[in-house]
């Protein structure tokens, strides 16, 4: 299907390995040209970029990333506390890495010890913080202040320092909570805030 071009309103139904789809018309952020969500119920997996919004299985993620990181690119993945991000990197996405020949670097707590020696072909940087929603989050959560404890913004600002130099692409694992946080933050983030360009995808669980 041609999620660029079909601008009909009607939903249809189909079969992708034996997994129920449905594409749902929406309209694109940003723009005024309907677009396509296609809606994968299980697993549930949202790649987000520049706007185009589109579901896929844990099966096309893994090789969107290999695809990504075979080409120098970095990756996001957001989602929230539990939702299964963790397990489906260590266990699905560095032995596809492994099997693709690429040298993997798997860091489980960046922000705790971030150190790393030479000679990977990638970086997993788990844990991750950025604070490139950090005006957004403030504004959602007036009552906290500060949001971020000095502290914490320099355990952050120290993880940055250690791996804004590294040459090889990096996937940054990263947690937000809420639907909207989530979102806002696939979004906006083409950009670490070290300025490493990043593709981002949201990761959620199904929910029926």
């Not at 506390?81 to 693709?100: C, H, M, Q, R, Y």
């Not at 983030?189 to 929910?207: A, Y």
């Amino acid at each position: 299907m041609d999620v660029h071009q079909n601008t009909q309103k009607q939903a249809r139904v189909v079969k992708y390995q034996k997994i129920r789809l449905a594409a749902v018309s929406i309209t694109e952020i940003g723009t005024k040209r309907p677009e396509w969500e296609i809606i994968l119920f299980r697993p549930l997996l949202l790649y987000v970029s520049k706007g185009y919004n589109f579901f896929m299985n844990k099966n096309e993620l893994i090789m969107e990333i290999i695809d990504l990181i075979n080409s120098g690119k970095s990756v996001v993945i957001v989602g929230a506390t539990d939702g299964g991000k963790s397990w489906f990197i260590k266990n699905e996405v560095v032995p596809a890495l492994e099997e693709n020949n690429l040298k993997v670097c798997y860091i489980e707590e960046c922000l705790v010890d971030c150190t790393f020696s030479d000679g990977y072909d990638v970086i997993i940087a788990d844990e991750f913080e950025t604070f490139i929603d950090k005006d957004f989050l403030e504004k959602r959560h007036p009552d906290e202040v500060p949001y971020y404890p000095e502290s914490y913004i320099k355990q952050v600002e120290d993880c940055h320092k250690s791996i804004e130099d590294v040459k090889v692409p990096i996937i940054f694992v990263v947690t937000r909570n809420e639907e909207e946080e989530i979102h806002n933050l696939a979004n906006i983030l083409d950009r670490v805030d070290f300025g490493q360009k990043v593709k981002t995808f949201i990761f959620e669980r199904s929910r029926d």
